[in-house]
């Protein structure tokens, strides 16, 4: 893990509440949009985008910056891609950070 690529891509508070509100997607979603809701998929970008009150193609790009440094996982299914957390990598990150920080 590079902890600078990682650390660039959650460096604004936007990408850091998609980070706290993907932890737990029922808490921070409103049912209505997580009625077809799959934990082994995530939550689909047009939802994120909602909640986050930006436009789709400025969380796209926040989620795929996201999922290049390993934070976050896609799942593409028909037209909809989905993101989940990848717990590996932010336990990870937590101990490099608790390591060398």
Same mark, same amino acid.
């Given at each position: 893990?590079?902890?600078?690529?990682?650390?660039?891509?959650?460096?604004?508070?936007?990408?850091?509440?998609?980070?706290?509100?993907?932890?737990?997607?029922?808490?921070?979603?409103?049912?209505?949009?997580?009625?077809?809701?799959?934990?082994? #998929?995530?939550?689909?970008?047009? *939802?994120?985008?909602?909640?986050?009150?930006?436009?789709?193609?400025? $969380?796209? $790009?926040?989620?795929?910056?996201?999922?290049?440094?390993?934070? #976050?996982?896609?799942?593409?299914?028909?037209?909809?891609?989905?993101?989940?957390?990848?717990?590996?990598?932010?336990?990870? #990150?937590?101990?490099?950070?608790? *390591?060398?920080?």
């Amino acid at each position: 893990m590079k902890m600078l690529e990682v650390i660039k891509s959650i460096s604004n508070q936007t990408r850091l509440n998609i980070l706290t509100w993907l932890k737990d997607p029922v808490a921070y979603f409103p049912a209505e949009e997580l009625a077809d809701y799959k934990p082994s #998929l995530g939550v689909c970008v047009s *939802d994120i985008a909602k909640k986050a009150k930006m436009s789709i193609p400025t $969380v796209s $790009v926040y989620l795929k910056n996201m999922s290049a440094a390993n934070l #976050l996982v896609s799942t593409r299914k028909d037209q909809w891609t989905y993101y989940k957390r990848n717990e590996k990598a932010i336990q990870q #990150l937590a101990q490099l950070i608790k *390591d060398n920080l």
